[in-house]
């Protein structure tokens, strides 16, 4: 049961609130090698650790997120609109 | 007021808890233990140990000590035949060596046919009653909360720390396992402690007391879930004080399970706060001041207490017929305890007759909490810090972890210092799964040294103590076999929620907290006598009774469809454009206003995910629909792909602003030109356009499709004239004996025409290809949401490919489901099927091995034969549709 909160313009939200929508990956280019192609369509990195992560509020603003989590302990390290730096927080 | 107990009625008295009743009524097996079926009684009065496990009311494993009485409540035992007074199972008791610890893993290997057989048995004898399969489930809530400071445990330090951290602004939620603060705890200097800081806090504001409120689990977050008797509570404080005190260690020695053996603040609490006499004559083990009062607490309640054996530095004087330096090496008794043998700190032994011993041992914390808490702010106060801390230090401690909690300080839990454990050298370490000290040092010889080894082998902490009583015991007696690797072997076995027992309908709370969405017309149709069923999280209508006629009415006259539950959108904006030719696979760029186009909509591996209609609307701005229950979904989708692409694009959700209706049949045009002013005939308003038009004096947007495969209009107009739009419709199509449809004949329509499902018939792996959809996809556009995956998909033949089918007249319809072969080898599915009024026999829809996907083809659905169509059975060529 994981909990944490996520910074939305109406305050810090519940974890609850949101759908989470992946991890944040680059665009695939059109004209990317199959080996490439078929990286990012069928695998996700899976990180136990820093990850940067996309995150839709369901039940509110019916936004998007963009945070920095550690995996392991729940801990946002960069809410949306915030840097994130290797050691900080 | 009584309780029914066994078939018989045991009064009960204000304050009791089930317990204390039966206990005053003579009531001294509680249960039978697990493994041998010993006897067992009252042990710790605090729910923390196994034996006190009965059913109420149907409801098994209900700690009789911390469930208060009610009247009428039907209780009985468990765990034994024919009774817990003369439970036949415990000849088990005589078979110890047959049952050695591991017996799970070392039972039935051999002989391996041995297993089975013995699997059976001891299912039979083994488990801790029996629930009600017919028990309906009970509802339960999930509230959440979020005070600043939450404060578990509603002790002295509890109380203390609540009022320090109110009184600096904050506001304060104190959850507490009783019933009322203090509620197990004997008169006394402790009692009117926390009485009068009670009082305190009920009279600040900022305080809310939450009496019947167990902290069940802590989270990262922090939150804290809770449980009361009907919600589950999820708790988000800024910081938690965790002041959920300690608990008298679990003492071993020989018989150390017998009934009448008490831990010193379970014997005080029956004795001091439920007013029952425990017995006759007691023997107090006090290794600690505290239960020195114990003692004086069973005196007072009429209990002789012939001795009190002190451990070092406990000074007794004055308690008890006796007081002697030394401790407990054995109990005596069969059924119940009849003495204890002391042996003193000279050495001697000596045996003192009793019927009751209260152990009063070394206080550990409950770190049952704290340890889930690990790095999250949180303080900790009372004896939960510090072993053995009087009143006052527990006051102090709480209100300096209220300050510190309240100024947000980044306190966190720390594991406390390991102190050296003491353990016996003969008894029960395990009352849970009766396992003794013998078994575990015999488990350690054989090789399982460290904690979690040793509880997964020998089941020690694995029942429903969760290692209250017996973790430390463990511990202890691993470090004392293998000196040498203390420091291995007894790392703390992981610890995880729930730390108190929970009902599975307290774990799904919530779990029914539905959203159900409806539209604006849903009570016309349940007036109607419409059945419904859920699609999405919507309720959608099935039909009116009768399918047929319903759809009789579309196919020859006229009928209508609540079609407001499809998605929605409005897009608009400089790159709405761009943004559209990227999500669709089609061309949107070439759109005209007042045309229309079929839409797929797939995911990055090219496979389906929804379908509907793009409508490009004057202005420049386009109107997208998408079914029912992709609505919510796309919506996110949508606008995750816009951030992706950096598009300057408003999507705007319309699902709920807007009402639709389809009007279908070969009068739907008379009917809507009784409505309706403008131009609709069919030069003026062709098939797939769309066009404003003003229908019983609103302005709708009208959209000609044909997905049911007549002339058809679908009108989008305000929510808000939903009814007088229906009521109108309905009215106006009289002439023609109209008929309100549902999903079921609308279903068997579309399958007439071949039009797919998403998700009734395709499924997640369904790309464009294998439903014959590739004029829906454009590949030579610069990119679209799954074209890489798509164009990669094109190199090899789809393995299966979705056909319609049909069957002779007269064939029984298939079930949706059923399998397809071809020369009696498995070659699909059948994912749509019905019978077809107009055509007089089955058709449907089928995924079939492409090699034998080709119309004309000849394919086996269920045996019997059904041939394979081109693609609409009914009206072939759209004259229809096109009228
Ligand atoms: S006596 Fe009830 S749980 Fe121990």
Known sequence: MSHFHIKTPFGLRPVSEFSYGGEVRPPLAPDAPDEEAIDHLWLRANIAGVQKERWFHSSGTRRWYTIVRDTRTNIVLAQPGEEYTEGSA | MSIEFEGRDVAIQPGDTLASALYRDGVRVFSRSFKYHRPRGLYCLSGDCPNCLVTVDGEVNVRACMCAAKDGQKVSRQNAWPSVDRDALNVIDKFHPLMPVGFYYKAGIKPKFAWPMAEGVIRRVAGLGFSDKNDAPQDIDRINRHPDVLVIGAGVAGLSAAIAAADAGKRVMVIDEGSEPGLRVAAGPTKDAINGLAATAAANANIELNPGTSAIGIYEGPMVLAITAEQTLHIHPTNIVIASGGMEMHRIFVSNDLPGIFMGRGAARLAGAQGVKVGDTAVVWAETQEAVEHAKTLAASGTTVAAVVTGPGVDASGVGNRQIAGEIVEAKGRKKLSGVVVKTSGGSTEEIACDILACGAEIQQNMHLPRLAYDLPCVLAGDAA?????????????????????????????????????????????????????????????????????????????????????????????????????????????????????????????????????????????????????????????????????????????????????????????????????????????????????????????????????????????????????????????????????????????????????????????????????????????????????????????????????????????????????????????????????????????????????????????????VSMDWAVKLDKPDFVGKAALIRAQRRTPRETLVPWQMEPGMATPAEGSIVTVGGNLNGRVTSSKMSYVLGHPVGLAWVTTEFAKAGGTISIGGAPASIGDHAFYDPEGVKLRA
């Not at chain 2, 730390?499 to 907290?513: K, L, T």
């Not at chain 2, 308003?685 to 209009?713: D, K, M, Q, W």
Request: glycine share 8%; proline share 6%.
């Open chain 2, 386 to 770: 510090i072993p053995g801390t009087t009143l006052d230090e527990a006051a102090k401690q709480g209100t300096e972890a209220g300050a510190a909690a309240a100024a947000g300080l980044p306190l966190y839990v720390n594991p406390p210092a390991s102190q050296p454990r003491k353990c016996g050298t003969a008894g029960y370490v395990c009352l849970c799964e009766d396992v003794s000290v013998k078994e575990v040092e015999q488990a350690i010889d054989e090789g399982f040294e460290s904690a979690e080894l040793l509880k997964r082998y020998t089941t020690v902490t694995m029942g429903p103590c969760q290692g209250r009583l017996c973790a430390d015991q463990l511990r202890a007696i691993a470090e004392r076999k293998t000196p040498a690797e203390a420091a291995r072997v007894s790392a703390p076995t992981t610890l995880r929620p729930p730390v108190r027992p929970i009902r599975i309908e307290q774990a799904a709370a919530g779990a029914r907290h539905h959203i159900e969405r409806h539209t604006p017309l849903h009570q016309k149709h349940l007036e109607m006598g419409a059945s419904t069923l859920w699609a999405g999280p919507w309720k959608r209508i099935f039909s009116y009774g009768d399918m047929q006629a319903e759809y009789e009415a579309v196919r020859h006259r006229v009928g209508v469809i609540d079609v407001g539950t499809l998605g929605k959108f409005l897009l608009a904006g400089p790159d709405v454009v761009e943004f559209l030719e990227r999500i669709y696979p089609m061309r949107v760029a070439d759109l005209e206003p007042g045309k229309l186009r079929y839409g797929l909509m797939l995911e990055e591996g090219g496979v389906i995910i929804d379908d509907g209609t793009v409508c490009a609307l004057e202005g420049g701005a386009f109107y997208c629909t998408v079914t029912t229950s992709g609505a919510e979904r796309l919506e996110s989708w949508m606008l995750d792909w816009r951030e992706a692409w950096g598009l300057d694009v408003f999507v705007v959700n319309q699902t709920a602003s807007l009402a639709a209706v389809n009007v279908a049949g070969p009068h739907a045009r008379d009917l809507l030109e009784k409505l309706c002013d403008d131009p609709i005939d069919k030069e003026s308003f062709p098939y797939l356009r769309h066009r404003r038009i003003t229908v019983n004096g609103v302005s709708c947007l009208a959209i000609r499709l044909g997905f049911v495969g007549e002339l058809a209009y679908e009108l989008h107009f305000p929510a808000a004239n939903a009814v007088e739009m229906w009521d109108a419709i309905l009215e106006a199509g009289k002439e023609w004996d109209i008929k309100p449809f549902g999903l079921d004949a609308q279903r068997l329509l579309r399958l007439e025409k071949g039009h797919i499902i998403i998700s009734q018939d395709t499924d997640f792996e369904t790309t464009p290809w294998k």
